[in-house]
């Protein structure tokens, strides 16, 4: 229908026969592509994320994906708003047009990346994001938009929209494939932007130029490493890692956004007032200059008639003097015309002699034109006859002036002069301070000036001795005079000054005040000045005096004004420091996504996938709600690094920073100390079971440890670079070490077998399929194909597919969180699946490696959301006897585990308050009924996790045990279905909830009386606190 309704206002008359025939034919193609797609929608059934046959993701991801899309969207809108008020601003300015054309192309490229990014997020979230519209005007329109454009075209250049004003068009025909050429082109734009920005020497700003220059950096970083992923931008896991890359290019957008409206605020006007300052300047001059050549005009009459020899060099001056000054006014006009030019060049793209004579030329001819004519006037004096007096005067007084004029113009050219030479770092003041302290220090001078040095102190002591002898002169005689005068003084006055009563309680009370009362400035009572001001008031038995009486109303009023002053402070403190009564907060529950009610009926009418689903989660729920902590041991001293069980589940490993490996006996669900290995060279980072459970190896930085079962070291195999990890080879007759960008195959002799090179990532995990044919590594990149960084952003970060047998990398997908850990799953029977964990908050993520024309990749299969946001710590495992769970711990002691086929959550164990963050976690794959798993925390502490009752049992029975341990009662769990919640499932959290609802019931009817052991504890929710015993 749009294309329909624009073709029929781009044609102004009645359409043609074939336009008619092209109009119906895309109308029935468009209706059945709808038909299609409806039809196809119902048959489809959600299973994973990377399907080709399913809509994308979970309406989950499909909304926070659109919401990071808008915001992206968001932000580019608002950067192309700036550069639009930045060209309205720079219009007004000189030399604008180079900026303004680098801004229009910088919103072009923008639009063009906003477009690739629509439909990219269109491919992701098809739910949420429509795709952008394919009549996009471009350069290969149909005939009526170029006619459109023609007409355009012909309008007058007073109707034609300037080129900062026109709205950029983007070419519909660029594919996804073309991200890393838009991405090189914006980086050149934003380049071209920043230097034409600089082009304005009246204001440099640093931020923005430290902004743009980062954003740069980080686009050509991220085109340099998309390039090796050509022809795979339909893939979604390269879709998914170029829609992470918004968020960090949001940030440099909004950067540039926010610098560039500050330089709109400041460095506009900036430039903008100092062009307008010079153009006033130069319209001065030339105001001086006409105004100079009319006197210089004028005087030429009387000069004229004259005959001798001195009125022809009159003549000859004053007709210079008249040249110049001509000269001058044309130059700044000049020169006021080329500085308000928008069209003109930059200063540093014009000519050096093109510079000088524009803007030095007009103060050059009118100081000529000055000198000129002053000479003429003083040889004017001469041949016109004047007096004597006249003539002297005139010339001593023009070589005054002259004289001044040309001193002020030596200072500029040597102020010019030293700022070139010192680049600013010294005035011409400094450098004279200088040159006189360097003529001082010749050998004649110096001698002369310790010659004026003492004859100066000598006169100055002279001075100081007379000056002396005269105070004490004047002293003496103003000494006699005082004596006299006081003498007099007592005469007249005949007793002394005496005070009443009334006024010295009333200078008493002012004695009494505070001296915020009185003010500063208040004299003492018993000073002369208060004596005589009392001397002179009334007597208080006057009938005009005041009564100065203690019981006066005006000290008490400034009293009772004090003590309102002071109660209303104490009332208003009071008032502040009552408790607001603060509502608690509302507890607020997170709940998985539900699908659209389309998607919903489609999966109520598939019942023999979900049956297989339900009846497996109805029969894992119940094993995992029965879970509890029965052991807590303090296994080290430092944080435990990493713990695993031996394939037989007899042994438990674990490795810490106390520089000690601890192996653990596993019997009846019981686990007691067996062996402790010390080292002596460093830190305990991994421990790593044989596939058999017969030897043990212990990771340290630079070595690799070979134990058995028993603690027995068999060998200590030493490497020349620090070891990430080390993984067993299937049949357990050698292992890898991944060292820097290198895996060594090594055997048990420390014999290296082999050499894996990943070119320039610096991997942090390897994996070995079963067949020993391809290695799955994990790790950032340390620079990209062409040797570039990121500058700002965070680096790029890659799954690899590594083939032994040709020795090369095989695959490749981009992420961006900080990956650390893969793990391959045993059970191959839906295939080979790989559990990726990341650093930080990023959740674990499930990938299987397919074969796609005899070539393996990874495709992303589930995400494992948690119930809120977690810091995770450690890798996650796979879980249960088939690894048909995935477990994770958090580091405040959250434990979530998910289904790993259906991705639904099934268990969350809230953070634990019995010692200790968690830092690792082991799954005991031995155990199946009940499940059996152990984590590790800050503290050292080891905690075993197993149903109460098999506990119960393995302690009441004679199993041999020397040390019976205590296991933990805790409340029972606040909810029997909230940890019920899925990542990307195809069943939403409803049916979950309702397969086995009746199954839940009656373990509770059924267990009614036994003490639930699984205490969940949150810091934030009061209503959780409460249920703890």
């Keep these: 229908m749009p294309k329909f309704e624009e073709e029929l206002e781009s044609n102004s008359g009645r359409p043609s026969t074939s336009s008619r025939r092209e109009t119906i034919l895309s109308l029935v193609e468009m209706l059945l592509r709808q038909g299609d797609d409806h039809d196809s929608g119902l048959n489809q059934q959600p299973t994973f994320e990377d399907d080709k046959d399913v809509p994308t993701v979970d309406e989950h991801l499909q909304t926070a994906g659109a919401e990071a899309f808008n915001k992206f969207q968001k932000r580019i809108n608002n950067l192309d708003k700036e550069l639009r008020n930045f060209s309205n601003a720079a219009r007004q300015l000189g030399s604008s047009a180079a900026i303004l054309s680098s801004a229009f192309h910088l919103r072009t490229r923008i639009a063009h990346v906003l477009y690739l990014y629509r439909l990219n997020a269109a491919d992701l979230y098809p739910r949420k994001i429509k795709p952008p519209a394919s009549t996009s005007s471009g350069v290969d329109n149909d005939d009526k938009g170029q006619g459109n454009r023609k007409r355009s075209y012909r309008l007058s250049g007073r109707h034609r929209a300037l080129p900062h004003v026109a709205r950029p068009t983007v070419d519909a025909n660029i594919d996804l494939e073309e991200f890393p050429n838009q991405f090189e082109a914006l980086a050149t734009e934003v380049t071209t932007f920043v230097n034409c920005l600089n082009e304005f020497p009246e204001f440099t700003d640093e931020a923005v130029n430290a902004s743009i220059s980062s954003f740069e950096g980080d686009l050509k970083y991220w085109a340099n490493c998309l390039h090796n992923y050509r022809g795979q931008f339909r893939y979604p896991a390269v879709q998914r890692y170029i829609q992470d890359l918004a968020l960090e290019m949001g940030e440099h957008i909004d950067s540039i956004t926010s610098t560039l409206s500050m330089f709109i605020e400041v460095g506009v006007p900036t430039i903008r007032f100092a062009q307008k300052h010079g153009a006033t300047n130069l319209l001065n001059l030339s105001t001086v200059a006409t105004f100079f050549s009319a006197v210089t005009a004028t005087t030429l ?29 044309v130059n700044s006009l000049l020169g006021l015309t080329w500085k308000q030019a928008m069209y003109r060049s930059p200063g540093h793209r014009v000519p050096w002699w093109v510079l000088i004579w524009i803007k030095r030329s007009p103060l050059i001819f009118l100081v000529l034109s000055v000198a000129c004519f002053s000479i003429g006037l003083c040889l004017f004096t001469y041949a016109s006859g004047q007096s004597r007096v006249t003539s002297t005067i005139t010339t001593v007084f023009t070589v005054f002036t002259s004289f001044g004029l040309a001193a002020v113009s030596a200072w500029f050219a040597s102020e010019r002069w030293a700022f070139t030479q010192h680049r600013g770092k010294k005035w011409l003041g400094d450098v004279l301070v200088e040159v006189n302290e360097r003529f001082l220090q010749l050998p004649g001078i110096s001698v002369i000036t310790r010659g004026l040095h003492w004859a100066s102190e000598w006169a100055s ?121 603060a509502r608690s907060p509302r507890r607020q529950r997170t709940t998985s996504s539900s699908l659209l009610p389309s998607d919903r009926k489609r999966l109520i009418t598939d019942p023999p996938v979900k049956a297989i689903v339900r009846s497996r989660v109805a029969a894992l729920v119940p094993k995992l709600k029965c879970l509890e902590p029965t052991q807590d041991m303090a296994a080290h001293q430092a944080l435990v690094r990493h713990l695993q069980f031996s394939p037989d589940g007899k042994f438990l490993a674990t490795s810490s920073w106390d520089r000690t490996s601890v192996i653990f006996r596993v019997q009846n669900s019981v686990v007691t100390h067996h062996r402790t290995l010390a080292h002596a060279k460093g830190f305990v980072s991994q421990v790593a079971w044989s596939p058999t459970g017969h030897l043990l190896l212990t990771k340290l930085n630079r070595a690799v440890k070979v134990w058995t079962q028993d603690g027995v070291c068999l060998r200590t195999i030493d490497r020349p670079a620090y070891v990430e990890s080390i993984t067993w080879f299937p049949g357990g007759e050698a292992f890898l070490s991944v060292e820097g960008s290198n895996v060594s195959k090594l055997d048990l002799k420390g014999k290296v077998l082999g050499t894996y090179d990943f070119g320039n990532m610096k991997l942090q995990d390897v994996a070995v399929t079963p067949d020993c044919t391809r290695l799955l590594g ?75 024309k005899d070539i393996a990749r990874l495709t992303l299969r589930h995400t494992y959301m948690p119930k809120s946001q977690v810091d995770f710590a450690g890798p996650s495992y796979f879980g249960g006897k088939s690894d048909e769970l995935v477990l994770c711990a958090g580091k405040a002691g959250d434990i979530h585990i998910w289904d790993q086929e259906s991705g639904a959550l099934l268990h969350h164990v809230r953070a634990q308050d019995l010692g200790g963050d968690l830092t690792c976690i082991a799954w005991n794959h031995a155990e199946d009924n009940p499940f059996m798993f152990a984590t590790g925390s800050h503290d050292g502490a080891l905690r075993i996790w197993t149903k109460i009752e098999r506990r119960l049992q393995a302690h009441s029975s004679p199993a041999g045990l020397d040390d019976p341990l205590p296991f933990f009662t805790r409340s029972s769990s606040p909810s029997e279905m909230e940890g019920m919640q899925r990542t990307e499932s195809p069943l939403t959290q409803q049916e979950f909830e309702s397969s086995f609802a009746n199954s839940m019931e009656s373990l509770t009817s059924s267990s009614g009386n036994r003490e639930r052991v699984v205490a969940f504890a949150t810091t934030h929710e009061a209503s959780d606190a409460g249920m703890l015993s």
């Design 461 to 581: 002591m002279r001075a100081a001795s007379v000056g002396t002898k005269l105070r004490r002169v004047k002293s003496i005689t103003k000494s006699i005079m005082s004596s006299d005068g006081e003498k007099a003084s007592d005469v007249e006055n005949g007793i002394p000054l005496t005070l009443s009563p009334g006024e010295g309680a009333f200078s008493s009370a002012l004695s009494r005040r505070r001296p915020s009362e009185t003010g500063p400035a208040s004299p003492p009572v018993d000073s002369p000045t208060v004596a005589s001001s009392f001397g002179s008031s009334p007597s208080p038995t006057s009938p005009n005096g005041p009564t100065n009486s203690p019981a006066s109303p005006i000290p008490l009023s400034t009293g009772r004004q004090l003590w309102k002053n002071a109660f209303r402070t104490v009332k208003m403190t009071t008032a502040l420091s009552n408790p607001i009564s």
């Design 301 to 329: 009459q009387f000069s004229f008639a004259l005959d001798n020899r001195t009125s022809d060099a009159v003549n000859s001056f004053w007709f210079l003097s008249l040249v110049f000054s001509i000269a001058a006014a």
């Design 778 to 852: 994990v790790g950032p990149l340390l620079e990209s194909p062409n040797g570039l960084r990121p500058s700002k952003s965070r680096a790029e970060k890659r799954l690899t597919v590594y083939n032994l047998e040709r020795n090369e990398v095989e695959h490749a997908t981009p992420v961006l969180n900080n990956v650390k850990d893969i793990t391959l799953a045993r059970n191959t029977r839906a295939g080979l699946v790989a559990l990726v964990s990341y650093e930080n908050k990023a959740p674990p993520q499930l990938w299987k490696l397919e074969m796609v």
